[in-house]
């Protein structure tokens, strides 16, 4: 198994770590005293080696070992979705795994092992059944939770969905709300497995 990409924080998150606030890092950024790269949605984004340099150029008290961040995989081909989705998630202060090709799915799940995975089913390659399925079928995602977050509304799709291993249902388009309270309730809890 690779190693885990390095950690990537949120200008909030700096600033919780730093005790000052977002404004402060963010014009830490602007005078280059913090190195930061920017994501296609225009938010800083800041290695956890660049930020342990600062620290320690700076003297800034020894590193808290905070709560480990939650990791989320975003799953779905359509860029709007995955934009929408990074807005929203960005704020939560989680790590984001955006996979828009559905047969990278098992290999960095497995790989970066998610605390959680939205999944849309309505994919071009692969529909998200057989995703579903061959993610509870490898011991490595097994207790992943899965929120299917899909065009399909029939109700026999919906059975389909949970028939499949999906811990949780969402119907596209959902209020955004719908969508932060569910990620809420899932990301904390670990499926339960047989």
């Given at each position: 198994m690779s190693e885990r990409e390095e950690k990537a924080y949120t200008t909030f998150e700096a600033a919780k770590i730093c005790h000052v606030t977002h404004h402060s890092i963010k014009n830490w950024i602007k005078q280059d005293l913090i190195k930061a790269s920017r994501t296609p949605g225009g938010h800083y984004r800041?290695?956890?080696s660049d930020l342990d340099a600062f620290r320690e150029k700076f003297d800034m008290f020894p590193r808290e070992k905070g709560p480990v961040k939650r990791r989320v995989m975003l799953v779905d081909d359509d860029p709007d979705v995955l934009s929408l989705l990074e807005n929203l998630l960005?704020?939560?202060g989680v790590e984001l795994i955006k996979v828009s090709n559905a047969t990278e799915v098992g290999l960095?799940?497995?790989q970066l092992s998610p605390?959680?995975?939205l999944l849309d089913f309505l994919m071009p390659e692969i529909d998200g059944f057989e995703?579903?399925?061959a993610l509870r079928d490898n011991e490595l995602t097994r207790s992943t939770p899965i929120m299917a977050v899909t065009c399909l509304t029939k109700e026999d799709d919906i059975e389909r969905i949970f028939a499949c291993g999906a811990d949780e249902y969402l119907a596209k388009p959902f209020r955004p709300e719908d969508l932060l309270s569910k990620?809420?309730?899932l990301i904390g809890r670990?499926?339960?497995v047989d």
């Open positions: 800041i290695l956890e960005t704020d939560e960095k799940a497995a605390d959680l995975i995703v579903c399925k990620v809420r309730e670990e499926r339960a």
